[in-house]
């Protein structure tokens, strides 16, 4: 079993909403970063959403700041992203991330100690 499970991937409208969810087992969820990020066809993996595990605290990335808003559960040992005003440029497969106490705003890849196996979002014109 994957330690980290997504959901909530679709199609949709420019301008429409979704919301991924990611559920974890078999971590000490509280104890992670926990992150989102994605990667277009043809494109590298960048980073879109984090939020920290001591505070709480979250950054995102330019392209998405305003529209997306990480949460997370620590009960459900779930991290959410919800996606609004969502271009076709958002198009892509988001992966979740997790990283062992993870410090700072904006998550690296190169940190992270789990991934989810990815959910596709598409966005059309």
């Known amino acids: 079993q994957v330690p980290l499970l997504e959901s909530g991937g679709g199609s949709v409208q420019a301008g429409g909403s979704l919301r991924l969810s990611c559920a974890a087992s078999?971590?000490?969820?509280?104890?992670?970063?926990m992150g989102w990020f994605r990667q277009a066809p043809g494109k590298e993996r960048e980073f879109v959403a984090s939020?920290?595990?001591?505070?709480?605290?979250?950054g995102y990335a330019d392209s998405v700041s305003g529209r997306f808003t990480i949460s997370r559960d620590n009960a459900k040992a779930t991290v959410y992203l919800q996606m609004n005003r969502l271009r076709p440029e958002d198009t892509a497969v988001y992966y979740c991330?997790?990283?062992?106490?993870?410090?700072?705003?904006?998550?690296?890849?190169?940190?992270?100690?789990?991934w989810g196996q990815g959910t596709q979002v598409t966005v059309s014109a």
């Open positions: 939020i920290n595990w001591q505070d709480q605290s979250t």
């Open positions: 078999r971590l000490r969820f509280s104890r992670y970063t």
């Open positions: 991330a997790a990283d062992l106490r993870g410090s700072g705003i904006k998550m690296s890849s190169d940190a992270c100690d789990y």
